[in-house]
């Protein structure tokens, strides 16, 4: 059986396609995707198959449904090509941002779907036009019969209790869906998962942290394997410090723009999201890695930013530890979580009094999916490679293997 696998940014498109074989999912037989930010107008094609073809190529941009068309077509066209006919894929998963609080696991696209993920995309206006987008494309490309699972972001921190959840504003603000909906769920999950595997503990029987750390950063508290706190909220931008977004602030800075420099909704939007965060202190770079290169030519504005970003890690650290009453396992995840040794480290100290040690050989030596902590740690820290398409394969083999049952 075959799985197709869609996971559309605000810029990018990416895609997979996976193999069931004797019930495992195998690595993705094809793995392309679409840039639209490098050149305006057009759409920069990237696409690679296990036995190592590959497209790389920049065409005219006319509609993203028409991209994600030529993006399919390279399936069973040209040099890439895995499958004869478009027939051959059995399921499509789609990573859906947002899922509100009716949809608290993966479902079957439906008509009824597709108008809730129209509905929310006030909630999500970046990514859940692009998801819909995405299922209309598969359905005019492969036919609307075809089964379409839709993967939420938002679905497994869906059971945060509502102390968590709900913003100590006015209690009309619940009624009108304000409240922590929290994201990276695909992620946060499969690390849960992968962790107890790589631990050999039943996952019920674990508290965990997963910190994932990418360009957006979150953190989630998690026990049963479900998760009970988390640093995102309403929208992705609150919690940590991230690349190009500032986290949490004190909502009256906005106040006070907005009162005092005349500041349009507009305006703050742009400066949270895109020009805040690590690029927005260290001038250099929304990426770790440039922060890091300024801070060792003595950049103090660089050494700021990297000051700033652990110190909102370690202080989030403490809120879900609190939440959780406990901790088991710190799993770091995502390309600054499972690359960077020293945002470890200096996360890791600041848990010392736990009893948590790191081993900073291991930790040192680019460990994958591996326990870096020291035999005699209280805690165990794990570093784990994040596959979120890979956990929406699986929720479309669960979803078509439960229905044959
Ligand atoms: P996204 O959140 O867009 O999925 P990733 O999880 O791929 O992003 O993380 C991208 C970020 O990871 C980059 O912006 C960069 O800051 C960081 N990163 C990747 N490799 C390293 C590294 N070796 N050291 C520090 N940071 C890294």
Known sequence: MKILVMNAGSSSQKSCLYEVVDDRISEPLWEASIDWT???????????????????????????????????????QGKTKVIDLPAEVAVVGHRVVHGGQDYRESVRVTAEVKAAIADLFVLAPV??????????????????????????????????????????????????????????????????????????????????????????????????????????????????????????IDPSILIHLMRQEGYTADRLD?????????????????????????????????????????????????????????????????????NSAIVRELACQSLEFLGLKLDLEKNKNRPVNLDIATPDSTIRILVIHTQEDLAIAQECWHHCSSKAD
């Not at 250099?284 to 290169?293: C, G, N, Q």
Request: charged share 20%.
């Open 270 to 338: 742009k400066e949270l999201n895109k020009e805040s965060g690590l690029l927005g202190i260290s001038g250099v770079s929304a990426d770790l890695r440039s922060v890091l290169a300024a801070m060792d030519t003595g950049n103090p504005r660089a050494k700021l930013a990297l000051d700033i970003y652990i110190h909102r890690l370690r202080s989030c650290l403490g809120s879900m530890l609190v939440s959780l009453g406990g901790l088991d396992a710190l799993v770091f995840t995502a390309g600054v979580g499972e």
């Open 38 to 76: 490098r050149r305006q107008g057009f759409a920069e094609f990237e696409v690679k198959t296990a036995t190592g073809a590959v497209l790389e190529e920049e065409i005219p941009m006319q509609s993203r449904t028409q991209a994600i068309a030529h993006l399919l077509e390279t399936l069973w």
């Open 127 to 248: 990514h859940n036009p692009a998801n819909l987008e995405g299922i209309e494309a598969i359905e005019s490309i492969f036919g609307k019969d075809i089964p379409q699972i839709a993967v939420f972001d938002t679905a497994f921190h869906s059971h945060i209790p509502d102390a968590a959840a709900i913003y100590p504003g006015l209690y009309a603000w619940v009624e009108k869906g304000i409240r922590r909906y929290g994201f990276h769920g695909i992620s946060h999950q499969y690390c849960a998962q992968r962790a107890a595997q790589i631990l050999d503990r039943d996952l019920k029987d674990l508290r965990l942290i997963t910190c994932h750390l990418g360009n957006g950063c979150s953190l989630a508290a998690i026990r049963n394997g479900q998760s009970i706190d988390t640093t995102m909220g309403f929208t992705p931008l609150e919690g940590l410090m991230m690349g190009s977004r500032s986290g949490s």
